[in-house]
């Protein structure tokens, strides 16, 4: 947590916290990556999985906007790292 609030204001750096009262319209899900060349990368416990199939990519794009829309950047996510460091 300390070192994300190190971390968050550098230039290539985009993150949002998405906090405990978000409502969003996607169901739980393994957490994912989105690359720019059209690729999607998961990595479970045994092995690592890459999407490259252009209607998977749509549907993780609709699940990465819909999470990205509902987090909280800049000050308010420094906000709710600082309040859970507390804890």
């Known amino acids: 947590m300390e070192r994300l609030l190190r971390d968050i204001d550098l ?4 993150l949002g916290i998405l906090p405990t009262t978000a409502e969003v319209a996607v ?17 479970p416990v045994s092995t690592s999985v890459d999407i490259t199939d252009a209607d998977e ?10 999470l990205s ?19």
Not at 27 to 43: I, K, L, N, Q, S
Not at 72 to 77: L, S
């Open 11 to 14: 230039p290539s750096l985009s």
């Open 27 to 43: 169901h739980p899900m393994t957490g994912f990556a989105m690359y720019d060349g059209g690729r999607a990368h998961y990595e």
């Open 57 to 66: 990519i749509a549907l993780h794009d609709k699940a990465f906007s819909a």
């Open 69 to 87: 829309e509902a987090a909280c950047y800049g000050d308010a996510a420094k906000d709710l790292i600082t309040k859970a460091l507390a804890l």
